[in-house]
């Protein structure tokens, strides 16, 4: 059992930056894959990032490659992901996800991962 607690949302504008971080809580963190996925008003949940156990390897979705950046910390059990030249469409619900499965961070599945955090807002405004 993992639990997961987000952290670092809020507002910026069209262009800033912010930095997410997914503390989590177990001593088993280094084994799991972690991903950040996120949901706007009236879309599906989506991924954006994910990072294998060791941090050596990441994945992104197209929408957000070349402007953010997921790495992990295993010494902290945390995942962070850092979001440059934020766009207005990136504006949504994001949550840190992990998965018992090594292959997950890659395609980035949302149904193989079992635990969920609660997720942080980020809204970019115009």
């Known amino acids: 059992q993992v639990q997961l607690v987000e952290s670092g949302g809020g507002l910026v504008q069209a262009g800033g930056s912010l930095r997410l971080s997914c503390a989590a809580s177990g001593r088993t963190f280094r084994r799991f894959a972690m991903g950040w996925f996120r949901q706007a008003p009236g879309k599906e949940r989506e991924f954006v990032a994910a990072v294998d156990w060791s941090g050596g390897n990441t994945n992104y979705a197209d929408s957000v490659k070349g402007r953010f950046t997921i790495s992990r910390d295993n010494a902290k059990n945390t995942v962070y992901l850092q979001m440059n030249s934020l766009k207005p469409e990136d504006t949504a619900v994001y949550y840190c996800?992990?998965?018992?499965?090594?292959?997950?961070?890659?395609?980035?599945?949302?149904?193989?991962?079992?635990?969920w955090g609660q997720g942080t807002q980020v809204t970019v405004s115009s």
């Open positions: 996800a992990a998965s018992n499965s090594a292959a997950a961070w890659s395609p980035g599945r949302l149904w193989e991962y079992e635990y």
